[in-house]
């Protein structure tokens, strides 16, 4: 399960290790998952930044795609991340420098965007609204900064579409449902079309992909993760759960092992006035 972000209960975005928070590391391992990797060529092409045009990215992390946005745009163009982690924004603007990158990185919420109405040609938001309560709002905030034309794509994962594969069915629905119940909004893939729909935008096309976690990690530590807190909360019991990682460890082993969940995109435009 690569998103793993989404599913602690109480910081979604964190994953802490040993005490030590793995939030960077985290956000760039995700960033070289070939199924991350092709939705982002997809979003950046269909965003088709031209030399000079302006574009923000709504919760920039590291900034990887305001760098990509920086090179399209050019030394006339404006590329810029909104962040509201003081930790991600360091780094990407740390980043820029290294890079020597026109990126420019501000501090700032999906819900309240520090930008004045009829600012950008173009906007994206990646695997930002599943962390959100009022993703509504987030689109209206979008559709607000967009100028008449410009374009959005909005990408999300959708935790309905999540597969374990091998287990046992009913303990695995248990283990989903666990990973559901402790994503802010864990179903917002389905959600962001008609969501910037109304927001006043016109949709012009929905992309997606699987995200495949390697076959090679075995069970993986977010899916025995998941399965800990499933005994917590009294969906599965303590055999159960044990008996669910030696199936995946014997899947792994024998190459019969599958866990994803699916990325959806969105493309849309604010309609001229
Ligand atoms: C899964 S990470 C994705 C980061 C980046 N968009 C990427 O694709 O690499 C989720 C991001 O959403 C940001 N985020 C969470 N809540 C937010 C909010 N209310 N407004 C803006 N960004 C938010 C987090 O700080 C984090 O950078």
């Known amino acids: 399960m690569p998103d793993t972000m989404a599913i602690s209960t109480s910081k979604p975005d964190r994953f802490d290790r040993d005490g030590q928070d793995q939030l960077i590391d985290v956000q ?17 092409d269909a965003l088709a930044l031209q030399p000079g045009e302006s ?19 050019g030394p006339t163009g404006t590329a810029l991340g909104v962040e509201p982690d003081p930790q991600l924004l360091n780094a990407a ?4 420098k290294q890079y020597e990158s026109t990126a420019k990185f501000v501090s700032g919420d999906a819900y309240g965007l520090p930008f004045g109405s009829e600012t950008f040609d173009a906007a994206l938001c990646e695997r ?32 309905g579409t999540a597969i374990v ?5 009913g303990v695995v629905r248990q283990v989903i449902e666990t990973m559901v119940a402790g994503t802010t909004n864990p179903f917002a893939g389905r959600q962001l079309a008609g969501q910037l729909t109304a927001a006043g935008l016109v949709v012009d096309d929905i992309g997606s992909h699987a995200l495949i976690q390697e076959s090679g990690i075995g069970a993986g530590a977010l899916v025995a993760r998941v399965a800990d807190m499933a005994v917590a909360r009294g969906a599965i019991t303590e055999p159960q759960r044990d008996q669910l990682i030696a199936d995946l460890e014997a899947g792994a082993a024998s190459g019969d ?14 309609p001229s006035a």
Not at 28 to 44: E, K, S, V, Y
Not at 165 to 169: A, I, K, L, T
């Open 55 to 73: 574009a923000v990215d709504i919760g920039s992390g590291t900034g990887s795609e305001v760098f990509a946005f920086a090179d399209r745009v």
């Open 165 to 169: 594969h091998p287990g046992d069915r």
């Open 257 to 270: 092992i599958h866990l994803s969940v699916t990325i959806f995109a969105v493309l849309a435009h604010k």
């Open 128 to 159: 930002v609204f599943q962390h959100l309560t009022a993703p509504a709002r987030a689109a209206g905030e979008i559709a607000r900064v967009l100028k008449p034309g410009g374009r959005v794509v909005v990408m999300d994962s959708d935790w």
């Open 28 to 44: 760039d391992l995700q960033a070289a998952l070939p199924g991350i990797r092709r939705l982002r060529n997809w979003a950046q």
């Open 93 to 96: 603007e740390r980043r820029a």
